[in-house]
């Protein structure tokens, strides 16, 4: 039984396709991420799949069966802003989220308490929400969709805007999250947050999956094409066009991307022939270079 | 199973209503209007009291010392209708015949001086004591004065109209006394002849005589209207705030991921409305403790008398028309993108209850007129009108049911449509809708 399954959803805002024949799976405790630019669909996709908006046309099953309004119950959402009472105190807001969903009012309280008191947010319970610093009230953000112990949590860019110790925090907490056997979705326009988190990805393009599936087969799938490699002399040898598709210089070192058909055994020789080499690697391909390159195919 | 939509209303109409009157601007208004209300009112009438408390010192210059002593027996005489001090067992017996300014007018005080002195000279030196302040002011009322009905007063102070009227009634009392004592009707006769008539209206209502009082009804109408009115301006708009609050926070994505959008519309109209109820609610208690004495007095002598009926159509018609009114704001609040273009919406809203104020006249002439009757089951109307005819005159019974029906279909017909407009006008940000892509939002809408 998956968690989500989408099976070819569109929908549409005016001429604008917003998400267009969508499918994907989602397996129970698994981390997902739903990436893609900025305006790619991926808020919208996330909010057709717990039921705020209704897709034109596809069906979205959650849980094996087709989205009713009692699946609600049973997951969690953080959307992409904060979506707070500001003028409410932190403790009472997460008490009504949490009887939203069905908590009784003692439970709500003991375990947005107990969330609290894991996050740090111990002495802020009975402050307002306005008073918190964004990063708190990402976490207060945080704990409200996750008070009520819910299967499936989906977050709309959980990370951005967070400073790097508020980023930790919240990365180990939903790491716990997966070890206790939730299901996680996540969006992000950072491809190097999916890459470290997710199980599984759907890349997603102008509304249309551009990947979708198990990032490690993904990324077998591309095959080892990057080259990492430091060298002090000539550089010579980057701007052989049968070797050398593109270059990136990050200063410290030169990532490669081979040509098509080229041999990374030939471009080590012809390195080694004009400069010296103190490092030479080959790489599987980053996320966003398969990114780049998936939009690239479906483009063409 | 419980009810989820039941729950997610109540905790949704809980929250907005204890977030709001726990806040201290909610205090401060409700302890702040009726001070203000207090100023303006209370304290004026309070100072213009204590004004006419204080003794007024006259001169009255006739021709003869009779006529002047029966002119200072109207004016020291206690006023009560227009009975003068000759006939005080007759008052006893009218005890209801009190009227409304009695009790401003039984703190004027008079010391009266008769002078019958009518000489240029005597007019002089009464100027002089009047600059001097030894006077308040005179009265010119000589024979040839009184044959003309041209009587001067002349005084520091011009006196208010309320005082003017009333010492021109009592003069005329005075003369009429003097001119019947000539042609031999003396004492208790003459002020027999003279006492005024008084109208009572009864009102029959199912077979039954009910003691009315016209002023009165119009008077528990017109509060109801006000009071409506005040309510819709002043919480109407914090509906249509609460609603646009979280458009802009996004947290009705939130609130959406665990409730559908009629509940959050049903929630927030009835949590927000509950809390101009209270506010509203303890303003009437204030007003009330503060006129107990007065409004006890005038029940008990019959002066308002307000059939439970009226009573029972006030709350139920004040309800439902604040709801309608309010879920209005609420769709305004959905469409609208900030408070500015609401601002401009707003007289809109506002327009058929201003219509429904001047509707109230030919209604109340004519309760059972074809317009009357049919304006009266208009949803935007029927708030004022029909609850003015059911103060005026019972309906039938029909009509009553009529117009409630279409009343609280409308208000639930608005809820649906708000609640639609709302879920995808605040997923959609950004520019003011027109109204065919309202429309078009109502057709997506289909589904949720």
């Keep these: 039984m998956n968690t989500v399954e989408l099976n070819k959803i569109r929908k549409s805002y005016d001429e604008f396709v917003a998400v267009d024949d969508l499918s994907l799976i989602i397996r129970p405790g698994e981390v997902y991420g739903l990436l893609g630019p900025n305006g790619a669909g991926k808020t919208s996709t996330l909010r057709m799949m717990i039921g705020i908006t209704v897709p034109d046309s596809g069906v979205v099953s959650l849980f094996g069966e087709p989205l009713r309004r009692e699946h609600m119950q049973r997951l969690g959402y953080l959307p992409e802003e904060r979506g707070l009472y500001k003028k409410m105190k932190v403790l009472d807001q997460l ?65 951005s805007g967070l400073d790097p110790s508020s980023a930790m925090v919240l990365k180990d907490a939903f790491l716990e999250l997966k070890t206790a056997g939730k299901t996680l979705l996540f969006s992000t326009h950072r491809m190097d947050t999916a890459e470290r988190l997710c199980d599984s990805i759907c890349l997603i393009n102008h509304g249309r999956a551009v990947l979708e599936g198990d990032l490690g087969k993904i990324r077998t799938g591309y095959g080892k094409r990057n080259v990492q490699i430091k060298y002090e002399g000539d550089s010579q040898f980057l701007h052989n066009a049968k070797l050398v598709q593109s270059f990136n210089d990050y200063g410290n070192y030169v990532e490669v991307r081979l040509a098509p058909g080229a041999d990374s055994q030939d471009l080590l020789h012809a390195a080694a022939a004009h400069a010296r080499l103190s490092k030479f690697e080959l790489m599987e391909p980053s996320l966003e270079e398969i990114f780049i390159e998936a939009v690239g195919k479906a483009n063409a | 199973m419980r009810n989820l939509g039941l729950t997610n209303t109540w905790l949704i109409i809980k929250r907005e209503y204890l977030e709001r009157v726990r806040t201290r601007s909610f205090l401060v208004l409700t302890l702040l209007l009726p001070a203000i209300m207090a100023g303006a009112f209370i304290i004026p009438a309070k100072l213009s009291s204590m004004k006419s408390a ?45 009227d409304l300014g009695k009790a401003d007018e039984s703190s004027r005080n008079y010391a009266i001086e008769i002078d019958s002195n009518s000489s240029d000279a005597e007019r002089t030196a009464l100027q002089n004591r009047v600059d001097a302040g030894n006077i308040d002011g005179y009265l010119w009322l000589t024979d040839d004065a009184v044959a003309a009905r041209k009587v001067t007063y002349y005084g520091r102070q011009a006196g208010g109209f309320m005082e003017k009227s009333w010492l021109a009634g009592q003069l005329d009392h005075a003369i ?43 008077f528990a109408v017109f509060a109801m209207v006000m009071l409506l009115y005040t309510a819709v301006i002043f919480y109407g708009v914090s509906v249509m705030r609460a609603v646009l609050e979280e458009k802009n926070s996004r947290v009705m994505e939130v609130l959406l991921s665990s409730a559908t959008s009629t509940e959050l519309m049903a929630g927030k109209l009835i949590g927000v409305g509950a809390v101009g109820l209270t506010q509203i609610g303890i303003w009437i ?56 273009e609401g601002q401009q919406l707003q007289f809109i809203i506002l327009l058929p209850l201003i219509i429904s104020v001047f509707m109230m006249g030919p209604v109340m002439r004519a309760p059972d007129a074809p317009i009357a009757v049919w304006t009266s089951m208009v949803p935007f109307f029927s708030p004022v009108l ?63």
């Design chain 1, 95 to 159: 008490v009504f989220l949490g009887q939203l969903k069905g908590l009784s009012g003692h439970d709500a309280s003991r375990r947005a308490l107990q969330w609290c008191e894991r996050l740090g947010l111990k002495d802020w319970t009975d402050k307002k929400v306005e008073e918190l610093s964004k990063g708190m009230q990402q976490k207060v953000q945080f704990i409200g969709a996750l008070v009520h112990d819910p299967q499936f949590v989906v977050m709309d860019e959980p990370f």
């Design chain 2, 54 to 98: 204080q003794t007024q010192r006259l001169v009255v210059v006739t021709s003869t010392p009779q006529f002047g002593e029966i002119v200072r027996q109207q004016l020291v005489a206690k006023p009560d209708g227009a009975t003068t001090v000759a006939d005080k067992e007759d008052k006893d017996k009218d005890d209801d015949d009190k």
């Design chain 2, 176 to 218: 009429l006394l003097q001119e019947l004592a000539q042609r031999g009707v003396g004492g208790a006769q003459a002020n027999a002849l003279l006492k005024p008539v008084k109208l009572e209206t009864i009102r029959v209502e199912a077979g039954h005589e009910t003691k009315s009082n016209g002023q009165a009804m119009f």
């Design chain 2, 285 to 340: 208690v204030m007003a009330a403790v503060y006129a107990f004495p007065a409004l006890a007095a005038s029940v008990s002598t019959g002066e308002i008398r307000i059939p439970p009926l009226t009573l029972a159509a006030f709350a139920l018609f004040f309800l439902l028309g604040y709801l309608l009114y309010s879920s209005v704001y609420a769709a305004i609040g959905a469409v609208i993108t900030s408070e500015q």
């Design chain 2, 386 to 448: 029909m609850y003015l005819r059911i103060a005026v005159q019972t309906p039938p019974l029909w009509q009553i049911a009529l117009s409630l029906l279409l009343l609280v279909a409308t208000i639930a017909g608005f809820l649906f449509l708000c609640a639609r407009i709302y879920r995808i006008g605040i997923l959609m940000y950004g520019k003011r809708p027109t109204l065919p892509e309202i429309v078009k939002w109502l057709q997506y809408a289909k589904g949720l």
